[in-house]
T-cell receptor
């Protein structure tokens, strides 16, 4: 178990540019989640996948945001035409399917985005 | 809609003292409750979880939490705090049977004085 890996750790971009983040979940986990955390707040749910299917998206996920998990393994989160309000920590988490042990979320260390 | 309230934004305790972090939740059914800890610039690490059964749950690093349905609370405790426990602590609630779409509180920042 190598844990959830996110890349890059930090991203500084200028307003209007596009950015893409990558998340590699724990290998045996089929569920993958994206959360956003702004300063002084708890993480807020953005979207989640079961295998390659995107099952739910939050209203926080505007049209400028798109997430994919093409082969049911790693996932990417793209933000188009970034705005200063997009500055946040983007956290990825994974879990195994619901079952008797109700697997909790395992989080990565996040990608901190700064939009200047 | 589910929600979590952590009424204490910041708590300072002396090393060796006991600790209790408060968490109140609002949820229409039997909740699935968690405590996570986050060090600066890092992701969240699971301390413990409650799904059913014994209302006093033990976690890692000597933490425990007690589920009180009548008070809609899930407070985190530790008998003796260590300086390395300084971090941000988040309580979260989710639907029973699945860990998806957790709702987090705003967190409590713990400072430990020597």
């Amino acid at each position: 178990d190598t844990g959830v890996s996110q890349d890059p750790r930090h991203k500084i971009t200028k307003r209007g540019q596009n950015v893409t983040f990558r998340c590699d979940p724990i290998s045996e986990h089929n569920r993958l989640y994206w959360y956003r955390q702004t300063l002084g707040q708890g993480p807020e749910f953005l979207t989640y996948f079961q295998n390659e299917a995107q099952l739910e998206k939050s209203r926080l996920l505007s049209d400028r945001f798109s997430a994919e998990r093409p082969k049911g393994s790693f996932s990417t989160l793209e933000i188009q035409r970034t705005e200063q309000g997009d500055s946040a920590m983007y956290l990825c988490a994974s879990s195994s399917p619901p079952g008797p042990n109700n697997s909790p979320l395992h989080f990565g260390n996040g990608t901190r985005l700064t939009v200047t | 809609a589910q929600s979590v309230t952590q009424p204490d934004i910041h708590i300072t305790v002396s090393e060796g003292a006991s600790l209790e972090l408060r968490c109140n939740y609002s949820y229409g059914a039997t909740p699935y409750l968690f405590w996570y800890v986050q060090s600066p610039g890092q992701g969240l690490q699971l301390l413990l979880k409650y799904f059913s059964g014994d209302t006093l749950v033990q976690g890692i690093k000597g933490f425990e939490a007690e589920f009180k349905r009548s008070q809609s609370s899930f407070n985190l405790r530790k008998p003796s705090v260590h300086w390395s426990d300084a971090a941000e602590y988040f309580c979260a609630v989710g639907p029973t049977g699945t860990a998806s779409k957790l709702t987090f509180g705003t967190g409590t920042r713990l400072q430990v004085t020597l």
